[in-house]
């Protein structure tokens, strides 16, 4: 088990239930398998695997034995399964089950998305043909944004539900240090995020605000240089003393779908979060509150800037944090009931 798994066990105790599951990338498709070979030796946003997979691609058969005898010894009113790549899941379960299919995001020629970003697919991706296939199989579809929401409601109306992801209010002590956070793994998105903040935005916080300092947190630090005032934090064992010790959280990516998680997290530390549009989809109700959008290099400098000098400006957006997150969690708690009594 890894750190994640044993927060969960922590958590759950004898109600967590791991079941056996082999990753795709170790008995994937022959394709899928020269495609991930293939990516090692190529450079960096100058391929795209421009390959859809079957909806059950990802789905390791091997699972189904212990999933039915768990199913079969709990017997559940719900089963909420998590993507449309594990929706198999939800066949062959009896009448009376309630089969809510989570989606989290749509996968429907999601190559094409990443081509069009000018990076590698390195996520699941399928037809509209066979992601509908998936969705087919749930009683209750949960779209993560409005967006999503509309989308799926064209081809399954009354059994989409929306369903805003819960983000728990977190608790820390605030920092007055004027420190940026940064999170984020490798991908190209948060590459290229990171590589234009810091070619068109360091440099004029650094020069408005001296003592300005950048904390980059996950994986994306290892492709960092040191530079003053950077700190490279890397891969750690407690994000909650990451967003303790900074002021406000940045995401300035050039592309994404779905919602941006990454605002939400922030915010229920209570960190303002300047963002780029595509880094604050989905995320309407906190906008020009405790969430700032622009897409101007200057422009997204100047208001870090003004959340970083004025205590007034700051202290209205980190109080809104809470606030809006917890009329956030209040809809997504009721959607969710709402969808499990359709």
Known sequence: MGPTTDAMAEYWGNRLHILPYRHPSIHGTSSQRWGARLRKYLPSGNYAL???????????????????????????????????????????????????????????????????????????????????????????????????????????????????????????????????????????????????????????IKYEIPDAELNVVGSIAETMSDQEGVNLLGRVDDLAAAYASSRVAINPVPSGSGIAIKCLEAFSYGLPVVATPEGARGLDPFEDKCLFIESDAKLFSAKLTELLQSQTVWEQAHQSCAFLLTDWNNQSEQNLLNALKA
């Open 50 to 204: 421009k390959q859809n997979s079957c909806v059950d691609a990802w789905f390791d058969m091997e699972t189904i034995p212990a999933w039915k005898a768990l199913v079969d010894s709990i017997r559940p009113d719900a089963v909420i399964v998590h993507y449309v790549y594990l929706s198999k899941a939800l066949e062959g379960l009896p009448n009376n089950i309630h089969k809510v299919l989570d989606t989290h995001d749509r996968f429907t020629n999601r190559y094409e998305v990443a081509a069009q970003a000018g990076k590698v697919n390195d996520w699941f991706s399928t037809s509209g043909k066979e992601e509908r296939k998936g969705l087919k199989r749930a009683d209750t579809l949960l779209a993560i944004s409005e967006e999503d929401c509309r989308f799926y409601q064209k081809y399954f109306d009354e059994r989409v539900h929306y369903h805003p992801p819960f983000t728990p209010i977190q608790s820390v002590p605030e920092t007055d240090q004027n420190t940026i956070l940064f999170i984020g793994n490798q991908n190209a998105a948060n590459l290229r995020a990171i590589e234009w903040f810091m070619d068109n935005c360091w440099e004029h």
